[in-house]
T-cell receptor
Framework: KQEVTQIPAALSVPEGENLVLNCSFT??????LQWFRQDPGKGLTSLLL?????REQTSGRLNASLDKSSGRSTLYIAASQPGDSATYLC???????????FGQGTELSVKP | NAGVMQNPRHLVRRRGQEARLRCSPM?????VYWYRQLPEEGLKFMVY????????ESGMPKERFSAEFPKEGPSILRIQQVVRGDSAAYFC?????????????FGPGTRLTVT
């Protein structure tokens, strides 16, 4: 049974810092991995999707890496801003069109 | 292209009533997923549908919950005889039939409160 774990559960950093969020999964047989952002009381915004054959994806100040064999992904946020404050979720799917299995999320707070 | 739309955004029901949650996928998307986020818990998969077919309902509670995605119109998640434990945020996601590697796009959610 696939389990997804995110560490740390919460993180507080000063504005401008670079930071790394971690995600691990127990079953390496994944189809893809998605990183999402969730603001309080809101829905999920897709940030990056990494296919199982890829090693990383980049979008602006965000970079996500995937090491499928070790069951790990990281989300790197460069030059953090207060507007980055949110909960970050990672999720994996096992097959094409399959359900997403989510981690518990990392709650990020970026202080001005 | 409008995003995934869900309505209502907030729904209050008394115990024993029925709740109907609607989801309109993004244009061109034929895959719909429902997830539930209980207070202080993570997002959990409930059901995966394509037009007129349930593909995977492994996350649906065995009783009182049903889902459909008809040929025309939105997908509906129906909860009969609601109980307090059904209070949660219910999210719908959609993905295209192929391409974009089945990236899922989420709606804003329906927050159900059972009193």
């Amino acid at each position: 049974k696939q389990e997804v774990t995110q560490i740390p559960a919460a993180l507080s950093v000063p504005e401008g810092e670079n930071l790394v969020l971690n995600c691990s999964f127990t079953d390496s047989a994944i189809y893809n991995l998605q990183w999402f952002r969730q603001d309080p009381g809101k829905g999920l915004t897709s940030l990056l999707l990494i296919q199982s054959s890829q090693r990383e994806q980049t979008s602006g100040r965000l970079n996500a890496s995937l090491d499928k064999s070790s069951g790990r992904s990281t989300l790197y946020i460069a030059a953090s801003q207060p507007g980055d404050s949110a909960t970050y979720l990672c999720a994996v799917s096992r097959n094409q069109g399959g359900k997403l299995i989510f981690g518990q999320g990392t709650e990020l707070s970026v202080k001005p | 292209n409008a995003g995934v739309m869900q309505n209502p955004r907030h729904l209050v029901r008394r115990r024993g009533q029925e709740a109907r949650l609607r989801c309109s996928p993004m244009k061109g998307h034929s895959h719909v997923y429902w997830y539930r986020q209980l207070p202080e818990e993570g997002l959990k998969f409930m059901v995966y549908l394509q037009k007129e077919n349930i593909i995977d309902e492994s996350g649906m509670p065995k009783e009182r919950f049903s889902a459909e995605f008809p040929k025309e119109g939105p997908s509906i998640l129906r909860i009969q005889q609601v109980v307090r434990g059904d209070s949660a945020a219910y999210f719908c996601a959609s993905s295209p039939p192929r391409g974009s590697f089945y990236e899922q796009y989420f709606g804003p959610g329906t927050r159900l409160t059972v009193t």
